[in-house]
């Protein structure tokens, strides 16, 4: 079965702090894998993209890496700020030959940052 | 402005009624998508269109249907409301190379 589980479920951390999220996908076949980060009452925005040949991808402060041998990702944030407070979704690609690949969501990090 | 709209933000309707969600874009993508999220679940694909004259059913469809009126515009209908339909539900939109815009969402309840 094509799942994306994602830990841990909720996370509180302090301002300036790192944290690591995690992403175990049992999707084939893998086509590609992206982190978004969901505010509270928004939409989900992308922050990274990789495909099977890439190990790690940076946007700023937040860092993502995936094994596919292991079917594993984790999204990294360096010196948290209030506003990374937030839901990380771990997103994986079933490939079905490029025009519609289908898109399978995990159900997230919730991330909060305290002062 | 929004690249990706949606109307209304909130909606409280009760069971049996009819009603419609609204997605617009100025992104010029050709592909549009229908989602909804509930709490502790992932997004669940509902329809999703390539092009004006293409629709396709997701993994939730039961209970939905979507028109598309333009390649700007998108709208999911529920066509007899019920309780379980309560839920966050969001329009996207991707250019082809599968990152997806989503909108700010549209929370409904359905009494």
């Known amino acids: 079965k094509n799942q994306v589980e994602q830990s841990p479920q909720s996370l509180i951390i302090l301002e300036g702090k790192n944290c690591t999220l995690q992403?175990?996908?049992?999707?084939?076949?893998?086509?590609?894998l992206r982190w978004y980060k969901q505010d509270t009452g928004r939409g989900p925005v992308s922050l990274t993209i990789?495909?099977?040949?890439?190990n790690t991808k940076s946007n700023g402060r937040y860092t993502a890496t995936l094994d596919a041998d292991t079917k594993q990702s984790s999204l990294h944030i360096t010196a948290s700020q209030l506003s990374d407070s937030a839901s990380y979704i771990c997103?994986?690609?079933?490939?079905?030959?490029?025009?519609?690949?289908?898109?399978?969501f995990g159900t997230g990090t919730l991330l909060a940052v305290q002062p | 402005d929004a690249d990706v709209t949606q109307t209304p933000r909130n909606r409280i309707t009760k069971t049996g009624k009819r009603i419609m969600l609204e997605c617009s874009q100025t992104?010029?993508?050709?592909?549009m998508y229908w989602y909804r999220q509930d709490p502790g679940l992932g997004l669940q694909l509902i329809y999703y269109?390539?092009?004006?004259?293409?629709?396709n059913k997701g993994e939730i469809s039961d209970g939905y249907s979507v028109s598309r009126q333009a390649q700007a515009k998108f709208s999911l209908s529920l066509e007899s409301a019920i309780p379980n339909q309560t839920a966050l539900y969001f329009c996207?939109?991707?250019?082809?190379?599968?990152?997806?815009?989503f909108g700010p969402g549209t929370r409904l309840l359905v009494l």
């Open positions: 990789m495909t099977f040949s890439e």
């Open positions: 992403c175990n996908y049992t999707v084939s076949p893998f086509s590609n």
């Open positions: 992104k010029g993508h050709d592909r």
């Open positions: 996207a939109t991707s250019d082809g190379l599968e990152t997806q815009y």
């Open positions: 997103v994986v690609s079933r490939y079905y030959g490029g025009a519609t690949n289908k898109l399978i």
């Open positions: 269109s390539f092009d004006v004259k293409d629709i």
